[in-house]
């Protein structure tokens, strides 16, 4: 007998294509809930916002936050500082981190992989347990209240991590090819750079989003290190909206939608070069 059209479509791997379907759909729907809720919040009123019952679909839409949220505070102020953290900590790990994994991807030494196990254990201690220390030094080099202070702490705090990113990427590299640069008369450092940098490129793009990420996300430095209202980020800016009395959701949902939509089109942008190096990374 042959099977029928139903049996014929039920195979097995339809079957746990549709269970991974069925497991992954709720887990994507909590995931992105609280951005719906961002985004309707962001669309209400004020007086819609604290009406009871609350809704999830406001009943009269309005853009009218978006406009209002960069008169009540200064959030092009926040949104340049935080762009200059996140630029700022990315290139200075960068230009620091590049050498260092690849001295380590090239090179053999003396207490190498005790070198990389460290760079690991650096990553379970957060900033929040130095800060006290960090504060004490930071003030002694009257250092207080500069942006400068939070973009280079926020890149020693992601030296490590990056580095053995990068150490990952520069070993799928083959060292074959420095060596005939070399035989072309170029030197170790003008192999590196003309030849394995332009490979590396996906790798080091990947690694910069994750360094630029820390860096406009970065809530804690800000908050211990800054004072002045024109140098404060854009996390700690958000908490304008939360005054002694009320807190504006709807004002403050819109300028945390616009927050987020940096990070979403910098993915879009760079959404090639990322993947293809968390892919060369993962492969090592």
Same mark, same amino acid.
């Given at each position: ?34 951005? !719906?809720?961002?985004?309707?919040? $962001?669309?209400?009123? @004020?007086?819609?916002?604290? #009406? %009871?019952?609350?809704?999830? /679909?406001? +009943? ?22 935080? !762009?200059?953290?996140?630029?700022? $900590?990315?290139?200075? @790990?960068?230009?620091?981190? #590049? %050498?260092?994994?690849?001295? /380590?991807? +090239? ?22 347990? !130095? ?151 993962s492969e090592k």
């Amino acid at each position: 007998m042959s099977p029928s059209p139903a049996n014929r479509i039920l195979t097995p791997r339809t079957i746990k294509l549709i269970g991974i379907f069925g497991l992954l759909i709720p887990v994507i729907f909590v995931s992105i809930f609280p951005l !719906l809720v961002m985004i309707s919040t $962001s669309l209400k009123t @004020s007086q819609e916002v604290y #009406i %009871p019952p609350p809704t999830f /679909l406001p +009943r009269a839409p309005t853009l009218q936050n978006y406009v209002d949220i960069w008169q009540v505070v200064p959030l092009g102020t926040y949104f340049w500082n935080s !762009l200059l953290i996140g630029l700022g $900590s990315t290139v200075a @790990s960068l230009v620091l981190a #590049i %050498p260092a994994a690849y001295a /380590l991807a +090239r090179y053999r030494f003396m207490g190498k992989n005790l070198y990389i196990l460290f760079l690991l254990g650096i990553q379970m201690f957060p900033p929040i347990v !130095l800060i006290l220390g960090l504060f004490r030094l930071v003030a002694g080099f009257n250092m207080l209240d500069n942006l400068l202070t939070i973009v280079v702490l926020n890149a020693v705090f992601g030296l490590s991590f990056n580095t053995w990113m990068l150490m990952g990427f520069f070993m799928t590299i083959p060292p074959e090819i420095e060596e005939a640069a070399m035989m072309d008369g170029n030197s170790r450092m003008g192999a590196m750079i003309r030849m394995v940098m332009p490979l590396s490129w996906p790798g080091i793009t990947a690694v910069g989003i994750f360094s630029f990420m820390n860096g406009w996300n970065e809530f804690t430095l800000p908050l211990t290190f800054l004072r002045s209202q024109d140098k404060l980020p854009l996390t700690i800016g958000l908490f304008k909206f939360v005054t002694r009395f009320k807190v504006e959701w709807h004002q403050l949902m819109a300028a945390s939608l616009l927050a987020t939509l940096v990070v979403v089109v910098l993915f879009m942008i760079v959404q090639e070069q990322l993947t293809r190096g968390m892919v060369a990374i993962s492969e090592k």
